[in-house]
Protein backbone atom coordinates (compact mmCIF):
# COMPACT_ATOMS: atom_id res chain seq x y z
CA UNK A 1 0.00 0.00 0.00
CA UNK A 2 0.80 3.25 -1.02
CA UNK A 3 2.41 5.78 1.96
CA UNK A 4 4.32 8.61 2.98
CA UNK A 5 6.98 9.53 5.79
CA UNK A 6 7.26 13.13 6.98
CA UNK A 7 10.03 12.04 9.44
CA UNK A 8 10.24 15.30 11.16
CA UNK A 9 7.02 16.33 13.17
CA UNK A 10 8.28 19.87 14.35
CA UNK A 11 11.08 22.30 12.84
CA UNK A 12 12.08 25.57 14.19
CA UNK A 13 14.34 27.84 11.93
CA UNK A 14 15.04 31.51 11.99
CA UNK A 15 13.43 33.71 9.79
CA UNK A 16 15.72 34.71 6.52
CA UNK A 17 17.37 30.67 7.38
CA UNK A 18 16.71 28.54 4.37
CA UNK A 19 14.26 25.01 5.08
CA UNK A 20 14.38 22.03 3.94
CA UNK A 21 10.87 19.40 4.89
CA UNK A 22 11.55 15.80 4.36
CA UNK A 23 9.16 13.59 2.56
CA UNK A 24 9.79 9.97 1.52
CA UNK A 25 6.98 8.26 -0.34
CA UNK A 26 6.43 4.39 -1.14
CA UNK A 27 4.32 3.46 -4.22
CA UNK A 28 4.76 1.35 -6.57
CA UNK A 29 4.37 2.94 -10.09
CA UNK A 30 5.04 6.49 -10.99
CA UNK A 31 4.08 8.53 -8.22
CA UNK A 32 1.66 11.92 -8.39
CA UNK A 33 3.00 13.97 -5.71
CA UNK A 34 2.03 17.36 -3.48
CA UNK A 35 3.00 19.55 -0.94
CA UNK A 36 0.14 21.12 1.20
CA UNK A 37 0.32 23.73 3.57
CA UNK A 38 -1.77 24.19 6.37
CA UNK A 39 -2.22 27.40 8.52
CA UNK A 40 -3.96 27.65 12.12
CA UNK A 41 -7.56 26.94 11.45
CA UNK A 42 -7.59 27.07 8.18
CA UNK A 43 -8.03 24.66 5.05
CA UNK A 44 -5.24 22.85 2.78
CA UNK A 45 -3.66 25.53 0.11
CA UNK A 46 -1.65 23.23 -2.57
CA UNK A 47 2.04 24.96 -3.06
CA UNK A 48 3.45 22.65 -5.78
CA UNK A 49 3.04 19.10 -7.34
CA UNK A 50 5.31 16.71 -9.30
CA UNK A 51 3.62 14.52 -12.04
CA UNK A 52 6.58 14.04 -14.14
CA UNK A 53 8.97 15.62 -16.44
CA UNK A 54 11.44 18.12 -14.43
CA UNK A 55 12.48 16.73 -11.33
CA UNK A 56 12.96 19.98 -9.58
CA UNK A 57 9.58 21.83 -9.20
CA UNK A 58 8.78 25.48 -8.44
CA UNK A 59 5.59 26.40 -6.37
CA UNK A 60 3.60 29.00 -4.88
CA UNK A 61 5.28 31.50 -1.89
CA UNK A 62 8.95 30.85 -3.31
CA UNK A 63 8.98 27.05 -2.63
CA UNK A 64 10.76 24.19 -4.79
CA UNK A 65 10.43 20.18 -4.14
CA UNK A 66 12.99 17.75 -5.91
CA UNK A 67 11.79 14.70 -7.05
CA UNK A 68 14.60 11.75 -6.51
CA UNK A 69 13.26 8.63 -7.52
CA UNK A 70 16.20 6.95 -6.34
CA UNK A 71 15.64 7.80 -2.55
CA UNK A 72 11.87 7.99 -3.09
CA UNK A 73 11.88 11.27 -1.69
CA UNK A 74 10.01 14.82 -2.38
CA UNK A 75 11.90 17.26 -0.22
CA UNK A 76 10.32 20.58 -0.04
CA UNK A 77 12.78 23.72 0.04
CA UNK A 78 12.76 27.16 0.51
CA UNK A 79 15.95 29.65 0.44
CA UNK A 80 15.03 32.06 3.01
CA UNK A 81 12.02 32.02 5.47
CA UNK A 82 9.48 34.32 6.22
CA UNK A 83 7.55 34.34 9.38
CA UNK A 84 4.79 33.89 7.54
CA UNK A 85 5.63 30.48 6.63
CA UNK A 86 5.23 29.23 10.12
CA UNK A 87 2.34 26.63 9.43
CA UNK A 88 1.79 22.47 8.79
CA UNK A 89 3.22 20.98 5.78
CA UNK A 90 1.91 18.14 4.43
CA UNK A 91 2.93 15.72 1.77
CA UNK A 92 0.99 13.91 -0.37
CA UNK A 93 0.83 11.09 -2.70
CA UNK A 94 -2.18 10.66 -5.41
CA UNK A 95 -3.65 7.31 -5.56
CA UNK A 96 -5.41 7.02 -9.26
CA UNK A 97 -8.19 4.90 -8.54
CA UNK A 98 -11.41 4.99 -10.96
CA UNK A 99 -10.99 8.61 -12.01
CA UNK A 100 -10.52 10.28 -9.39
CA UNK A 101 -7.67 10.51 -7.34
CA UNK A 102 -7.30 9.76 -3.37
CA UNK A 103 -4.68 11.70 -1.72
CA UNK A 104 -2.37 9.77 0.98
CA UNK A 105 -1.12 11.89 3.34
CA UNK A 106 2.03 12.33 5.45
CA UNK A 107 1.55 13.09 9.27
CA UNK A 108 3.07 16.94 8.38
CA UNK A 109 6.21 18.89 9.41
CA UNK A 110 5.25 21.73 11.86
CA UNK A 111 7.15 24.51 11.03
CA UNK A 112 7.83 27.33 13.93
CA UNK A 113 9.99 31.02 12.86
CA UNK A 114 11.99 32.55 15.30
CA UNK A 115 12.43 36.35 14.67
CA UNK B 1 -12.46 34.48 -4.16
CA UNK B 2 -13.45 31.61 -2.28
CA UNK B 3 -14.00 28.37 -4.82
CA UNK B 4 -14.73 25.61 -1.62
CA UNK B 5 -16.87 27.06 0.86
CA UNK B 6 -17.89 25.23 3.82
CA UNK B 7 -20.30 26.57 6.21
CA UNK B 8 -20.27 26.80 9.21
CA UNK B 9 -16.27 27.65 10.11
CA UNK B 10 -17.55 26.48 13.68
CA UNK B 11 -20.24 23.96 14.90
CA UNK B 12 -20.95 22.28 18.12
CA UNK B 13 -23.23 20.11 18.89
CA UNK B 14 -24.56 17.86 21.87
CA UNK B 15 -23.96 14.01 21.99
CA UNK B 16 -25.66 11.98 20.43
CA UNK B 17 -27.28 15.14 18.21
CA UNK B 18 -27.39 14.70 14.23
CA UNK B 19 -25.66 17.64 12.79
CA UNK B 20 -24.75 18.67 9.01
CA UNK B 21 -22.25 20.05 7.76
CA UNK B 22 -22.18 21.54 4.23
CA UNK B 23 -19.88 22.54 1.28
CA UNK B 24 -20.33 24.17 -1.88
CA UNK B 25 -17.93 25.06 -4.76
CA UNK B 26 -17.90 27.36 -7.75
CA UNK B 27 -15.10 25.18 -9.42
CA UNK B 28 -17.57 23.04 -11.36
CA UNK B 29 -15.39 19.95 -10.16
CA UNK B 30 -16.74 16.39 -10.84
CA UNK B 31 -15.57 15.06 -7.96
CA UNK B 32 -16.37 16.25 -4.04
CA UNK B 33 -13.97 14.95 -0.75
CA UNK B 34 -14.76 14.72 2.93
CA UNK B 35 -11.95 14.12 5.45
CA UNK B 36 -11.83 14.31 8.91
CA UNK B 37 -8.59 15.62 10.75
CA UNK B 38 -7.58 15.66 14.32
CA UNK B 39 -5.58 17.81 16.20
CA UNK B 40 -2.10 17.40 15.15
CA UNK B 41 -2.86 14.49 12.64
CA UNK B 42 -2.84 14.35 9.07
CA UNK B 43 -6.03 14.07 7.10
CA UNK B 44 -8.32 11.05 6.82
CA UNK B 45 -10.53 10.22 3.97
CA UNK B 46 -13.91 9.30 4.53
CA UNK B 47 -15.56 9.40 1.29
CA UNK B 48 -16.16 11.17 -2.00
CA UNK B 49 -18.52 11.34 -4.72
CA UNK B 50 -17.61 11.10 -8.14
CA UNK B 51 -20.57 13.13 -9.81
CA UNK B 52 -23.40 10.73 -7.81
CA UNK B 53 -21.28 7.61 -7.59
CA UNK B 54 -20.88 7.67 -3.92
CA UNK B 55 -17.59 5.97 -2.59
CA UNK B 56 -17.17 5.35 1.12
CA UNK B 57 -13.64 4.29 2.17
CA UNK B 58 -13.51 0.90 4.47
CA UNK B 59 -13.06 1.67 7.58
CA UNK B 60 -15.54 4.52 7.94
CA UNK B 61 -17.64 4.67 10.21
CA UNK B 62 -21.94 4.04 9.44
CA UNK B 63 -22.44 6.74 11.56
CA UNK B 64 -20.84 9.55 8.53
CA UNK B 65 -23.38 9.63 5.61
CA UNK B 66 -22.87 12.13 2.71
CA UNK B 67 -25.16 13.63 0.31
CA UNK B 68 -25.04 15.44 -2.90
CA UNK B 69 -28.04 16.49 -4.27
CA UNK B 70 -25.96 18.63 -7.00
CA UNK B 71 -22.42 19.16 -8.81
CA UNK B 72 -22.02 22.53 -6.33
CA UNK B 73 -23.09 21.09 -3.08
CA UNK B 74 -22.49 18.15 -0.65
CA UNK B 75 -23.44 17.29 2.79
CA UNK B 76 -21.85 15.49 5.87
CA UNK B 77 -24.17 14.13 8.08
CA UNK B 78 -23.14 12.55 11.25
CA UNK B 79 -26.04 10.59 12.71
CA UNK B 80 -25.28 10.59 16.56
CA UNK B 81 -22.28 12.14 17.36
CA UNK B 82 -19.91 10.87 19.99
CA UNK B 83 -16.76 12.74 21.47
CA UNK B 84 -14.25 10.66 19.28
CA UNK B 85 -15.97 12.89 16.12
CA UNK B 86 -14.73 16.12 17.40
CA UNK B 87 -12.34 17.07 14.64
CA UNK B 88 -12.11 19.73 12.08
CA UNK B 89 -13.74 18.35 8.70
CA UNK B 90 -12.11 19.41 5.31
CA UNK B 91 -14.54 19.36 2.26
CA UNK B 92 -12.38 19.22 -1.61
CA UNK B 93 -12.92 19.03 -4.75
CA UNK B 94 -10.89 18.06 -7.77
CA UNK B 95 -11.25 18.01 -11.66
CA UNK B 96 -11.94 14.38 -13.57
CA UNK B 97 -8.98 12.93 -13.73
CA UNK B 98 -9.82 10.00 -16.30
CA UNK B 99 -8.38 10.57 -20.16
CA UNK B 100 -6.20 13.47 -18.92
CA UNK B 101 -2.67 12.97 -17.76
CA UNK B 102 -2.00 13.42 -14.25
CA UNK B 103 -4.00 13.33 -11.09
CA UNK B 104 -5.86 16.52 -10.49
CA UNK B 105 -4.85 18.49 -7.80
CA UNK B 106 -7.83 19.03 -4.98
CA UNK B 107 -8.43 22.29 -3.73
CA UNK B 108 -9.65 22.51 0.06
CA UNK B 109 -11.93 24.43 2.03
CA UNK B 110 -10.97 26.12 5.37
CA UNK B 111 -12.88 23.61 7.03
CA UNK B 112 -15.59 23.14 9.53
CA UNK B 113 -14.22 22.57 13.36
CA UNK B 114 -16.68 20.32 15.37
CA UNK B 115 -17.00 20.44 19.11
CA UNK B 116 -19.50 18.15 20.99
CA UNK B 117 -20.98 18.75 24.88
Known amino acids: AQSVTQPDIHITVSEGASLELRCNYSYGATPYLFWYVQSPGQ ?8 FS ?11 EAEFKRSQSSFNL ?4 VHWSDAAEYFCAVGDFQGGSEKLVFGKGTKLTVNP | D ?28 NVM ?11 KLLFHYYDKDFNNEADTPDNFQSRRPNTSFCFLDIRSPGLGDAAMYLCATSRDSRGLYG ?13 IL
Do not use: E
Not at chain 2, 3 to 28: A, E, W
Not at chain 2, 33 to 43: D, E, F, I, L, M
Not at chain 2, 103 to 115: A, E
Open chain 1, 43 to 50: GLQLLLKY
Open chain 2, 103 to 115: NQPQHFGDGTRLS
Open chain 2, 33 to 43: YWYQQKSSQAP
Open chain 1, 77 to 80: RKPS
Open chain 2, 2 to 29: AMVIQNPRYQVTQFGKPVTLSCSQTLNH
Open chain 1, 53 to 63: GDTLVQGIKGF
